[in-house]
């Protein structure tokens, strides 16, 4: 009260700003008009209030906002597989209540965003809890169908991302640009304009004349946006898109690493695997080394890196063959790395 009194606090409200922002950007008119039922949750964290507010403003009467407690242990969160808590919208443990309001009937949607706000998570009828790599194919292709001749003409994908956006950008003449992992490396390129969509695998999103930071508000918005708008549920129109474009096996393994053995890895260059000519029986294309390690094959890719937070290294991979192909890109690629 005495920094009020002294002009040094003032009171703001930034909650109906974003709102009505957020509704040039939504079309909350065909959400509201819609016979789907949906479910949101804040999963305990800050954006309760903001979910309230687009729910009352636009008039969303089909919209429940659900799992509204807030506590900071968040002991309300189900425990994920080492017992621990974790806030993640795109794991099947916080997200289990969702999973199961949806495949009880409840819901034809559910969707959440991680406490602070910037990760998205859905749940659907038909495809259970959806992965994020499908969940961006899916928003890429409804935005690209619905951009103005004008709009920026690249989309940015970090590079443990799925290469179907590739595929999807492409067909709408769109060009990709591939960042390092984290999405500070689309801030110039959302900021200038010149990106359509950046997403990364790990459930973060924004879009062009929006933040330049990933928005998981924004996220589980457009998802429930294009369920209204398509009719179909967002598994099917995925579904849809690799009948397109091919089916995608994706995974990403994590491996216990001590310092020493990260260390190695941020030294590790191009030209490090220069007699390095085909992996796990596909020719080798080129070698990308400016985050961890990344071959390009034909039809699949394995990166390696190790985790900037954890003492863990991370091995993506992802092809078009099969899921047993999926294995051996692995297999091969801790041989490789020596993990």
């Known amino acids: ?15 109906k700003p974003y709102i009505e922002a957020l509704g040039k950007k939504i079309n909350f008119e065909v959400i509201a008009k819609s016979n789907l039922k949906a479910a949101i949750t804040p999963l305990g964290g800050a954006s309760l209030p903001f979910y309230k507010e687009i729910i009352k403003h636009y008039n969303l009467k089909n919209v429940e906002l659900v799992l509204t407690e807030q506590n900071p242990d968040f002991h309300f969160i189900p425990l994920d597989h080492d017992g621990k808590i974790r806030m993640d919208p795109s794991s099947v443990y916080p997200m289990k209540p969702l999973i199961e309001f949806v495949k009880n009937g409840d819901y034809d949607f559910a969707g959440a965003s991680d406490p602070d706000a910037d990760r998205f998570g859905c749940a659907t009828k038909k495809g259970g809890l959806i992965p994020p790599n499908h969940a961006l ?14 709009s920026p003409k690249k989309v940015g994908r970090t590079l443990g991302t799925t290469m179907l956006m590739d595929k999807i950008a492409a067909h709408y003449n769109l060009g990709i640009e591939e960042v390092n992992v984290g999405f500070k490396y689309f801030v110039d390129g959302l900021l200038n304009k010149e990106l359509l969509m950046a997403g990364e695998e790990s459930a973060g999103m924004s879009i ?72 796990a029986g596909e020719k080798l294309l080129r070698i990308r080394d400016t985050d961890g390690i990344k071959f390009y094959l034909r039809d699949s890719w394995l990166l390696a890196r190790a985790s900037g937070t954890e003492n863990i290294v991370k091995l993506y991979a992802e092809t078009l063959r099969s899921e047993e192909y999926l294995k051996t890109l692995i297999e091969e690629g801790k041989k490789v790395f020596g993990l």
């Open 137 to 150: 194919c899916v928003m890429l292709d409804y935005l690209a169908r619905k951009a103005a001749k004008d």
């Open 1 to 15: 009260e005495e920094a009020r009194k002294k002009g040094l606090v003032e009171d703001a409200d930034i909650i």
């Open 208 to 279: 062009t004349n929006w933040v330049t930071e990933k928005d998981g508000i924004l996220a589980v918005c457009l998802l429930l946006e294009i369920m209204c708008a398509t009719g179909q549920d967002i598994a099917g129109l995925y579904e849809q898109l690799t009948a397109l474009y091919g089916k995608s096996y994706y995974t990403r393994v994590d491996t216990p690493a001590l310092p020493e053995v990260k260390q190695k890895f941020t030294n590790l260059k191009a030209e490090n695997f220069t007699e390095l000519k085909t992996f």
